[in-house]
């Protein structure tokens, strides 16, 4: 939101914005998705206000602060910190399942497990537990994966990808998506799109599995391949691994995706995110009786044949970004406007 960018340091509510981001991260390592977004907006909606605000009267008469946050709100103002925040700071449990949660491809369920088995460190879980292959590489390389990456090596790792893409066969391209696309300083992992103009999603697979990744684990680029849980997009449209540039000793995480070119514009915004943003532009395109997912605009239509019902998703757009926000009727947002 346009008004987002007027936040400074100066703003009058920036020690209550700077707790509430925290406390906003913590459930964010917690992957409490509900209380992640309440915090979101209710740090969006203090980030607009010209005022302090002081009192939890104030700030529930603001767009998307409940009573609880709003008491939240007040408790900073007039301690100048949060209980529930120093709580959790301090409980040794949270402290494990924070570290737990950091393990790639872990959920709350499983942290929960290992917490529920006894564990309580990194190495309890290396020689006590039962670990599938991604969890012992998460693990094995759990700060790598958790430490943030700059522009530079992000750069670095899509250019070595793209040079090696082009020399199997020059037609295809890889696009740098994610966080590093919106602008971000550093980002979490590396996100790729690749493709290749008029070409099939079977053939697009048959070239990035069976030549690119070989070449790139035979040149020592990717170091491995990791099953993800949270998948539940088609089968093979998507390699999750790890990397590593080689002037370095530390890997990042590293995600590419196969996109058709007449599902470039889709998996761009979707991909491009962040996650908050493509909520809200899904739940905009429902609005409007429309479906966007990350291969396409569709478009509901209803027909009958033969006295029968039939409810089909006709595509609307998929080749082209641009077509998506006209054909929703949005304004056309640059990527580094795509923050929620
Ligand atoms: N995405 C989404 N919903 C999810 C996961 C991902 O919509 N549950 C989309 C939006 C994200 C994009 O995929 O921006 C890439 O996912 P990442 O997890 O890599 O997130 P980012 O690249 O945005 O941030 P980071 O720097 O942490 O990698
Ligand atoms: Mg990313
Ligand atoms: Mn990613």
New binding site residues.
Partial sequence: DPGANRYTSQNPNARTIQILEEMCKHYDQMQDQWRTLSYRKCISTLKKQPIKITSAKQAAALPFIGTRLADKIEEIVLTDRLRRLDSTRDDPLDVVLRLYLGVYGAGLVQANKWIQAGHRTLADLQTKAKLTESQQVGIAHYHDFNSRISRTEVEAHGALITNELQNIDPKFTATI????R?G?K????I?MILTRPGTALSALRTTVFSVLVPRLFKIGFLKASLATS?SNDPVGTKWHGASCLPSSTVWRRM?LLLVPEEEMGAALI??????IF??SIRLLACKKGMRLNQRGLFRDVKRERRGEKLNEWVLVEGRSERRIFEVLGVPWREPHERIC
Avoid: L
Avoid at 177 to 180: A, D, H, N, R, T
Avoid at 270 to 275: A, E, I, K, S
């Fill in positions: 998506v994610g966080s590093y919106r971000a550093e980002s979490g992992d996100d949270r995600d979707y991909f491009t995110g962040n996650d493509n909520r």
